[in-house]
Structure formats: structure tokens, C-alpha cells
């Protein structure tokens, strides 16, 4: 038993966690698992010809992490019409999970994303000026993830959005590039929130080129090294961290129990904690960031 495992991109932390989860569900199950994706997150082109690739070489299943909510579906229906059990992880794919492709594994990203909102409100005293550094156009999770997080500041009247409509783009650098053209908006703001780890990372280099790093609020997603780093020295204030080892192992888990004919779950919610200094040396923190 053959499991082709496709992420987003291979250049996360993330990733890497989405990969060890993975391959513990393989040797539990028998599997042996191929990891294999585009080096980076904007790459449509170089995942659909993943997903090809796997299908015509007859894996006997796949789990993906679709980059593009809409480019994935040709691809996926491909598989499944060849008896490839599909399971969509992190990131939602267009269609019905049970129907369309086996099963959806991820993090609730709206309910996340409002965990984020709520506590940059709280933050801030319930007033100022924030700033949403969005991701990317098409990622399914992130867009979520934005959207919950509009709608928890939209709560509060003394808080306004200055800028929501800006993208970081795919990699760590071009999130640093955009965040520095954003200087005079970024230094005249209370709060920033950015929705995944590359966005996360290019906000945090920035802000340090700036000399504002622990001077504004500022709230993260996922949990880079790096990134947690900041948060003990207080160039952050909070992580939004979803369980990236548990989606990669209940996305083998759901291709397995798909193969042998047992009924699998159409979506399976694998958690999100919000990390910040009072929390993050306790057990289950550090359980989550070590991936144990």
C-alpha cells in the first residue's frame, strides 16, 4: 500500500510536521508513504502535475493539501475516477468531503482566525488601528482565516481596519518585501495580524527592519522556531497554532480506513490553540510544539 502525501510546499516548518504525522500513520497502518509537493505555495501548475503524476503511476491513495481551492478540482476527480481514495487536508477543496474526495482533515481556519481576532482586541483595550496582511489569493484556509478574523474585530467599534486588502504573496521574503512597503501605514498602526507562518515571518523581519518589532501588538499563525523565538522575547505577543503532525496522521489514517471499506468521517477537525508567554511552557503547549 502505496500513499502519495502532497503538500502545499515543501519550504514551511510546517510541513515537516504534516510529514512526520504522516509517516507515524504509516508505519502504524502499513503504509509506505512518498512525500512529494511543489517547493513553493504559488505553484498551481507544479501541484496539478504532482497529482497527475501520482494518479498515473496508480498510488493506492493520496492526501493533499490543495494550493488553489478551485485549480485542485480536475485533478482530484481524475483520481478518484481511477479508485484513488482522495483526503483533502488543511486547506478546503470546492465540493462536498464524502462525496466529491474521501474526507477533509484540517483546522476549523474561520473559528482560528476570530481566536486571533478576539485576542489582538483584547490586546489593544478594544481600540486603535490594525492591519491584516492577507496571504494569497485562492488558498482556501488562509482566506478563512482572514475572514474570521475581520469578522471578531468587526465587533468592536473603536477598533478600524486601516489596511485588509494588501497580499504577502507565497514566501517569507516576498511577505518581508510587501510588509516594507507598507512602513508608513504598519507605523502608524496598534495591531497586526497575519494568517499563516511565511506571512507571520516577513511581518516579523519587517517590523524589526522598522524598529517597531514588541512595539506594536502583534498577533501570528503557526509555529516556526523563529516565530515562537519572538514570542518569548516579545517582538510577538501571540501564535495562532493548529496541529500540523495530527493532520498529516488522520490524512493517512482516513486513505487507509478508506481502502479497507470502513466508513470514514466526511470532516475531521483537528484543533487550534491560541500560544502566548503565560501558556507556552505548559505541558500540553509544549507537547503541541514538539509534535509529540
Do not use: C
Amino acid at each position: 500500500m502505496t500513499i502519495a502525501v502532497i503538500p502545499k510546499g515543501t519550504t514551511h516548518t510546517y510541513w515537516q510536521s504534516v510529514k512526520a504525522g504522516a509517516e507515524e500513520a504509516g508505519k502504524e497502518f502499513g503504509a509506505e508513504i512518498i512525500f512529494k509537493g511543489p517547493v513553493k505555495e504559488d505553484d498551481r501548475a507544479g501541484q496539478i502535475q504532482v497529482v497527475q503524476q501520482f494518479t498515473a503511476d496508480k498510488v493506492s491513495g493520496i492526501v493533499l493539501a490543495p494550493l488553489d481551492n478551485n485549480a485542485l478540482v480536475a485533478p482530484v476527480k481524475s483520481a478518484t475516477a481511477e479508485n484513488i481514495p482522495v483526503t483533502i487536508i488543511d486547506s478546503s477543496l470546492t465540493g462536498e468531503a464524502g462525496k466529491d474526495y474521501t474526507s477533509y482533515v484540517a483546522t476549523d481556519n474561520k473559528a482560528a482566525g476570530a481566536l486571533g481576532g478576539e485576542r489582538l482586541a483584547k490586546l489593544l483595550g478594544e481600540k486603535g488601528k490594525v492591519v491584516l496582511l492577507r496571504y494569497g489569493v485562492g488558498s482556501a484556509s488562509t482566506t478563512d482565516r482572514e475572514a474570521g478574523f475581520l469578522e471578531a474585530i468587526a465587533k468592536y467599534p473603536g477598533i478600524q481596519v486601516v489596511s485588509k486588502d494588501e497580499y504577502a504573496g507565497a514566501t517569507q521574503s516576498e511577505a518581508q518585501t510587501k510588509a516594507m512597503q507598507m512602513v508608513d501605514v504598519l507605523k502608524g498602526a496598534d495591531g497586526v495580524f497575519t494568517p499563516n507562518e511565511s506571512s507571520s515571518r516577513g511581518m516579523l523581519s519587517a517590523l524589526g527592519q522598522m524598529g517597531i518589532a514588541g512595539k506594536i501588538k502583534f498577533v501570528g499563525f503557526d509555529m516556526a522556531a523563529e516565530l515562537l523565538d519572538a514570542l518569548q522575547a516579545g517582538k510577538i505577543d501571540a501564535l495562532v497554532a493548529q496541529n500540523p503532525k495530527k493532520m498529516g496522521y488522520e490524512g493517512v489514517k482516513a486513505v487507509v480506513q478508506k481502502i479497507k471499506g470502513e466508513t470514514v468521517p466526511g470532516v475531521i477537525d483537528t484543533g487550534v490553540e491560541l500560544i502566548d508567554r503565560e501558556n507556552i511552557g505548559t505541558p500540553d503547549i509544549q507537547k503541541l510544539i514538539k509534535g509529540e
